[in-house]
């Protein structure tokens, strides 16, 4: 993939798979403005890359439950740039854990705003800027397999990522026309801060994700990021619509 010229914006940049999709794209040659709610944390993660691969990536500090920070976000990358070419809607965030009767309606709810009312309010945004901006560009928004196959304990968050894949191809529908691709790439168990802290408390967690890949291990942000490249690249400009499961196989296992 080649992703020179381009330039791309990354939600919850600042670590895990967001950090893995930066450094990728940058890597294929993109500009790449890295978007957190912790501001040094995206600051630190563009120093990283930067440091091999020298002014390709900025940071900003946003929390996406906030439409004017939404706003902010977007044209702090138009004033740096003049121009966005792919979007990767990957910050989210879930509260709560346990038996879906356990649930509070505080937890339910906030679950829904960092994970789907967040990127909503995102896509909202972002279509209007790139419907005035009037070139061809592409968004990927991150899932997760929990939506093809439910995740128990953990329902109220498996429920938001089954609503972002359906508003994936929903909005992939209505921006075809203007030459905007939306596509969603569904990750399985990927080697993130805190999956690492997970098997850390639980270490036989660990070797039963492994097996339930046929691949038998677990993925690295990195692999998320090679995806979305192309996904974001003009190599995939017959592809939108479509959720992508980048997961060892687990999700057919």
């Given amino acids: 993939m080649d992703l020179t010229g381009k330039v791309s914006l990354v939600t919850g940049a600042g670590q895990g798979i967001g950090k893995g999709i930066a450094k990728v794209l940058a890597q294929h040659g993109s500009q790449v403005m890295l978007v957190d709610i912790n501001g040094e944390a995206a600051q630190k993660a563009s120093d990283e890359i930067n440091h091999l691969l020298p002014d390709r990536a900025y940071s900003f500090t946003a929390d996406l439950t906030d439409a004017e920070a939404i706003q902010s976000m977007l044209e702090y990358t138009q004033d740096k740039f003049e121009r966005l070419d792919c979007i990767c809607n990957n910050a989210a965030a879930s509260k709560g854990l346990g038996p879906v009767e356990n649930y509070s309606l505080e937890d339910v709810q906030a679950t829904l705003d960092l994970t789907f009312t967040s990127l909503w309010k995102c896509l909202q945004a972002e279509?209007?800027?790139?419907?005035?901006?009037?070139?061809?560009?592409?968004?990927?928004?991150?899932?997760?397999?929990?939506?093809?196959?439910?995740y128990a304990f953990n329902s109220i968050y498996a429920a938001t990522k089954a609503a972002v894949n359906n508003l994936t191809q929903s909005v992939a529908k209505e921006v075809a026309?203007?030459?905007i691709r939306v596509n969603a790439v569904?990750?399985?168990?990927?080697?993130?801060?805190?999956?690492?802290?997970?098997?850390?408390?639980?270490?036989?967690?660990?070797?039963?994700?492994e097996r339930s890949s046929l691949l038998r291990r677990i993925g690295e942000p990195e692999e998320i990021g090679e995806m979305v490249a192309f996904l974001l690249s003009d190599r995939a400009s017959y592809v939108t619509g479509q959720i992508i499961s980048v997961d060892g196989g687990s999700s057919i296992n």
Avoid: C
Wanted: charged content about 20%.
């Fill in 186 to 209: 569904s990750p399985g168990t990927i080697n993130t801060p805190g999956v690492i802290n997970y098997f850390k408390q639980e270490p036989s967690a660990k070797e039963m994700l």
């Fill in 177 to 179: 026309r203007q030459q």
């Fill in 127 to 150: 279509i209007i800027f790139l419907k005035k901006q009037s070139k061809p560009a592409s968004i990927v928004n991150i899932s997760s397999n929990s939506a093809l196959k439910g």
